[in-house]
């Protein structure tokens, strides 16, 4: 990609102009814009309000527990069953936990390296170099996790239809490799979905690994932005079949459903591995927070509850999608300087921009009061070896602001590939 196939030096020349000059009005404006971060909008926080009623002077669960004492490692079964049925699992293969998915993922790597998994020889921590594999551009907060317990974060390539499984087979025969981190549906930031054969082959690769993990983080899995609703594919049943019943761990959480600071978190798996779990779990917790828990079931009711209230949520954030979509296709869509994705769920749209400038448009949109997740956000080490992605979280702003937000990222794009055409 790059503006010097498309235009003639003279054109290169004017239109370089007539972009700094767009770029000096945008100075001018004095913008404080932020496309960072994919947080729920306040309008989608507002459609749970019930949850704030709930669950009132009831606090009985259906089996009669009184959710306000302490206890219950695997949370409330009710809740649990709406969620088994979401995820595709049996319910007494999903425990419900507190919020926030990711604490999850924090705990069950921290045990596995305190304490190994059901397969290990021994401890992770003691077994010298451990690396985790990266399907790249991914979720930054993955990365970092693994890379703040002492992994070796590796690339790997994301396709469409999940990681590219002849680098992943290729990683996998060295068993310093202990897992790979996967977001099955509407990947954070491109989109992808793992397809089913991609499934099956990681549930069935050999791996060096005895103790090799999937970490199936299915964070968008109802999540959807057009009416074909996307079924995310099963990780659980492949692996048992496949003879590794406990490669896989999946993650849920209602963080973008209701509450994002106050929702529920789902750990899935395999009989063993959630024994694992709460066998390490209950030193560090008496129980999760029920009380929430039940305030959820009853404000959910079913599964369809759930799927209800995600439509809600697709009204408010499709047209900021499509506002997205409109911009990138009308101001970069002439020019040959850029690709983007086109979910069709999840909370991110991924910008890629010429070779080497995603760095230098993430500092241009700074000056003019433009906040841009940093460039390279999305990889191991956060170094994007061809400096040319860039993720865009359209669900907080207004409509109106996200419009102005796209309008100066669309000049910025232009102002670095016009510069960098006519460094070349
Ligand atoms: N997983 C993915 C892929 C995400 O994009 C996010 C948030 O952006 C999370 C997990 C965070 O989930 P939770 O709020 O349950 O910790």
Not at 56 to 76: F, I, M
Not at 171 to 182: E, L, P, S
Not at 217 to 246: F, M, Q, T, W
Not at 288 to 299: T, W
Request: charged share 20%; aromatic share 8%.
């Amino acid at each position: 990609m790059s503006l010097t196939t498309s235009l003639s030096p003279e054109a290169l020349s004017a239109f370089h102009a007539e972009t700094e000059r767009a770029y000096a009005a945008l100075r001018e404006a004095g913008l404080s814009l932020d496309i960072t971060r994919g947080k729920p909008a306040p309008e989608q926080l507002d459609l749970s309000a019930e949850l704030l009623s709930l669950p009132g002077a009831d606090y009985r669960a259906a089996d009669g527990t009184d959710t306000r004492n302490y206890g219950g490692l695997l949370g409330l079964p009710e809740l649990r069953a709406i969620f088994a049925d979401l995820l595709g699992l049996p319910a007494e293969q999903l425990l419900a936990a507190d919020n926030a998915s990711l604490a999850l993922m924090h705990d069950t790597l921290s045990f596995a390296l305190l304490h190994g998994t059901p397969e290990s020889p021994e401890p992770w921590r003691d077994q010298g170099d451990i690396a985790f594999l990266c399907p790249s551009p991914g979720y930054d907060r993955h990365f970092a996790l693994a890379e703040h317990l002492g992994f070796r974060l590796i690339p790997v390539d994301l396709g469409d239809d999940g990681p590219d499984m002849d680098q992943v087979r290729e990683h996998v025969a060295d068993q310093a490799v202990k897992g790979i981190w996967i977001v099955p549906t509407y990947a954070n930031p491109t989109g992808a979905v793992v397809s089913e054969a991609v499934a099956a082959e990681l549930a069935a690769m050999e791996t060096a690994a005895p103790d090799f993990r999937i970490y199936w983080d299915n964070a968008y899995a109802v999540h959807h932005l057009s009416d074909e609703r996307v079924k995310s594919a099963d990780i659980v049943g492949p692996c048992a079949a496949s003879g590794h019943p406990n490669r896989p761990l999946v993650f849920a959480s209602t963080s973008k459903i209701t509450f994002a600071g106050a929702g529920v978190s789902f750990l899935g798996g395999s009989p063993e591995n959630l024994a694992w779990y709460t066998g390490h779990a209950g030193f560090r917790a008496i129980g999760p927070d029920k009380v929430n828990q039940l305030r959820h079931a009853r404000y959910f009711k079913d599964a369809d509850g759930v799927l209800a209230l995600m439509e809600r949520h697709r009204e408010i954030l499709a047209p900021k999608f499509a506002i997205v979509e409109r911009v990138l296709t009308d101001r970069l869509g002439p020019h040959d300087v850029a690709t983007w994705t086109r979910p069709k769920g999840g909370y991110f749209v991924s910008l890629d921009v010429v070779d080497g400038t995603a760095a230098h448009v993430v500092a241009l949109a700074k000056e003019i009061g433009l906040a841009l997740t940093p460039a390279g956000s999305s990889f191991p080490y956060k170094s994007d070896p061809r400096d040319r992605n860039i993720r865009i979280a359209p669900s907080f702003p207004s409509q109106a602001d996200l419009e102005q937000a796209m309008q100066a990222l669309a000049t910025c794009v232009l102002l670095a590939a016009a510069e960098k055409a006519l460094a070349a």
